[in-house]
């Protein structure tokens, strides 16, 4: 066998592109994930029975199917059911934000209730109305808890973006793919594909515990 | 000060107060005793109404604990609550701590806020600890700060649940000098103990709670010397 590395020298214009659509979806979909875990887990802590009701049911349907059922929903079914086009890239973020959405949900809730009941109570007592308590004593708290298994789940996030070949996203795994079909060069382009995941996630891993250890653990 | 006036407390079918009737002027240093689930604490937290009653009503300064919840917030800052865990908020400072309610609940300005919380601390003994956290503090130098987060809003009444029963013997001294120093000030207070010297020393009522009534009532040193109840007299020589 024969290792060249000129074929993935070619290749890594493509390559590199595709990373970056990873990136992108990434971001923008844990962005949007974020926002709409953090609302759902609240609802799901202390929400009024409704709310709460409602973010349980997202979280089970979510947790509860694959994520490539989900995009394939998204993109295929949904212009079906609502006469809405989308195109690929707005599926593929789409997805991240919904499915990192429910995982992020439960996050949220649970550091929310790990926060010993007892310092509720000694905010109430202050005379502080709960939506202060919440600000001011049970999130900041539940924040420093939410960061490990936040990470987690941004790195899951960024390597379910390969699944998004399905629907024909020019990410990274597609790329590679996309390259291989044209010049059979498995082990290059392969390789070259895992590493580039690597060093993304490698890089995200060691961000977040640069900020944990900034962030003191309570 | 406080009125309770045929208070029942239930939880689900369990009578945990049972129509009681009790009131506390100003100015009262009053010490509950009882058996472990008498319904001390119970009592204790319905002032402040961390616990709702279903029964008859309580006034705290002329407000009802089943008022709305602006006259509970305004009854929870009038009654300060010391808890037996402390339950300091670990994210902030000794000081943070201390200015937290006057920032949070009054809007005070931060200096300002800040400026109170250092002298309160002093007042506490624990000026040279302000900017540690409380996982830094031993558990009489944590209680000692709880005291002085409550004091910070200026409470009317101090509730006190077992404030040593957390601590380790040679600890508990430190907290109970300054409990005493806050009634020698004319605090009114309201104390759930097991130190029995203190209640003599520093209480002007002591009250003696049983299956959510109150059983015994009357002046500290005339009980423990002579308790002419006698679950009463039983209880105190468990203690002592
Ligand atoms: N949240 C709750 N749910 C159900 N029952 C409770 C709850 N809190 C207290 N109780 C019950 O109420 C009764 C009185 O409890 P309380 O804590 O007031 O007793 P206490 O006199 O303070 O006892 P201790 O000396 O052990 O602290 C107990 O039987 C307890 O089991
Ligand atoms: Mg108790």
Same mark, same amino acid.
């Given at each position: ?19 970056? @659509? ?13 926002? @709409? ?55 593929? %973020?789409?997805? %991240? ?30 005379? @502080? ?8 004593? %049970? ?59 690597? %060093? ?19 | 000060?406080?009125?309770? $006036? ?12 049972? *129509?009681?009737?009790?009131?506390? *002027? ?10 472990? #689930?008498?319904?001390?604490? +119970? ?8 616990? +709702? ?13 089943? #008022? ?42 931060? $200096? ?5 919380? $250092? ?12 900017? !540690?956290?409380?996982? *830094?503090?031993?558990?009489g ?12 809003? $200026? ?9 040593t029963?957390?601590l380790d013997p040679e600890l508990r001294q ?10 020698? =000030?004319?605090? +009114?207070?309201?104390?759930?103990? !097991?130190e ?15 299956? =959510?009534?109150?059983?015994?009532? #009357? ?14 007299? *039983?209880?105190?020589? !468990?203690? !002592?």
């Open positions: 066998m024969d290792f060249s590395w000129s074929v993935i020298w070619d290749a890594m214009p493509a390559l590199l592109a595709g990373a970056r @659509l990873t990136i992108y979806i990434t971001v923008v979909g844990l962005l949007g994930g974020l926002v @709409l875990g953090a609302v759902a887990g609240l609802f799901r802590a202390f929400g009024p029975a409704i709310l709460n009701a409602i973010a349980f049911a997202y979280v089970e349907l979510i947790r509860g199917t694959p994520i490539v059922v989900q995009v394939m929903f998204i993109y295929f079914a949904l212009p079906v059911l609502a006469q809405i086009r989308i195109d690929p890239l707005t599926a593929a %973020i789409l997805a %991240i934000i919904i499915n990192a959405g429910a995982y992020i949900a439960e996050i949220v809730r649970g550091a929310l209730l790990s926060v010993d009941k007892g310092l509720r109570e000694a905010g109430l007592a202050l005379g @502080l109305p709960f939506w202060k308590v919440l600000v001011f004593v %049970i999130g900041p708290i539940a924040f420093r808890r939410i960061i490990p298994p936040l990470g987690n789940q941004f790195i899951v996030s960024l390597k379910d973006t390969s699944l998004f070949i399905v629907i024909g996203v020019g990410e990274l795994t597609r790329q590679g793919q996309e390259i291989m079909a044209a010049n059979f060069r498995a082990v290059e382009i392969w390789t070259a594909v895992a590493i580039i995941y690597l %060093i993304m996630t490698g890089t995200l891993s060691f961000a977040l515990r640069v900020l944990e250890k900034r962030m003191r653990i309570l | 000060m406080i009125e309770f $006036r045929k208070v029942t407390k239930r939880f689900g079918a369990n009578v945990i107060l049972d *129509e009681v009737d009790l009131d506390i *002027e100003a100015g009262e240093k009053v010490v509950l005793i009882g058996p472990s #689930g008498s319904g001390k604490s +119970t009592l204790l937290r319905c002032i402040n109404a961390l616990e +709702t009653i279903q029964g008859g009503d309580l006034l705290v300064d002329g407000m009802s604990v089943r #008022g709305g919840r602006s006259e509970v917030r305004t009854i929870r800052q009038e009654a300060g609550m010391v808890f037996q865990q402390f339950n300091l908020f670990p994210q902030l400072t000794a000081l943070q701590n201390v200015a937290f309610g006057p920032r949070r609940v009054r809007g005070t300005p931060k $200096r300002e806020a800040l400026e109170q919380a $250092r002298e309160l601390l002093a007042k506490v003994g624990l000026a040279n600890r302000a900017d !540690h956290y409380p996982g *830094e503090l031993s558990g130098q944590q209680q000692r700060v709880a005291i002085a987060r409550a004091l910070a809003v $200026r409470p009317k009444v101090m509730l006190f649940d077992e404030p029963s957390a430190e907290v109970l000098q300054v409990m005493q120093a806050l009634a020698e =000030g004319g605090m +009114t207070m309201i104390v759930v103990t !097991h029995i010297a203190f209640a003599r020393m520093v209480g002007t009522r002591l009250i003696f709670m049983e299956k =959510g009534k109150i059983a015994v009532d #009357g002046p500290p040193a005339e009980l423990i010397d002579n308790p002419a109840n006698p679950r009463l007299r *039983e209880f105190l020589q !468990h203690v !002592h």
